[in-house]
């Protein structure tokens, strides 16, 4: 199996099929939901988005993701649930610019991350693989929202507004993104870039 069908079965796997979630920004809610990769995996089987396997990344990243003509997402080889959860957080990001949701760089970041923690507990990848910043600070968004899941809960459940806070405050302090449109200025200013991630 290639990787980019590694990817499209990942998009419309039963893993993914389980992550949704809501989250506030200036014009409403936003909602994340399978239907959002479902149209990742639409966009790289038509070429909307072409598909780079790589290794070369800055350090601190473990992806990306570049709005353009085409669209291009860069990820690693997929040799486990570490790369594929790193995978769906670009794939968020991806979600933000085909569907032109206007939502800053920062809050677009919060929910990669979001993501990226679903995918981690929800396929028992144990915390230490996958606790340094932001993503300790995500699993704990992601944890409120498990725990909505395992109430049975059904329809979208909103992020807690006090971890959704903490994550986004994480973001704009983090080295990495500090002193870009996603870190403090980026939150000041209400940056958003075209969603690259």
Known sequence: MTTRDK????????VVARIRF?????????????????????????????????????PGVGGQYTSGTP???????????????LLLHECTHAVFDLTKTQVTDNEDEA??????ALYFRMTGLRRPRWDAEPH??????????????????TGLP???????RALRTEIALHSVY????????????????????
């Not at 909103?158 to 959704?164: G, H, K, T």
């Open 7 to 14: 990817i499209l079965s990942l998009l419309r796997g039963p």
């Open 22 to 58: 809501t989250f506030p920004f200036n014009a409403g809610t936003v909602t994340i939901a399978p239907a959002s990769f479902h149209r990742v995996a639409d966009a790289l089987e038509t070429g909307k988005i072409s598909l780079q396997v790589t290794n070369t990344f800055p």
């Open 71 to 85: 669209n291009l997402l860069q990820v690693a080889p997929l040799i486990g649930r570490t790369e594929e959860g």
């Open 111 to 116: 929910a990669a991350y979001v993501v990226d």
């Open 136 to 153: 300790a600070t995500a699993g704990g968004v992601a944890d409120a929202l498990l725990r909505d899941y395992q109430s049975g809960k």
């Open 158 to 164: 909103a992020v807690n507004a006090a971890a959704w």
């Open 178 to 197: 500090r002193w870009g449109t996603s870190g403090v200025l980026g939150v000041l200013l209400g940056a958003s870039t075209g969603h690259d991630g």
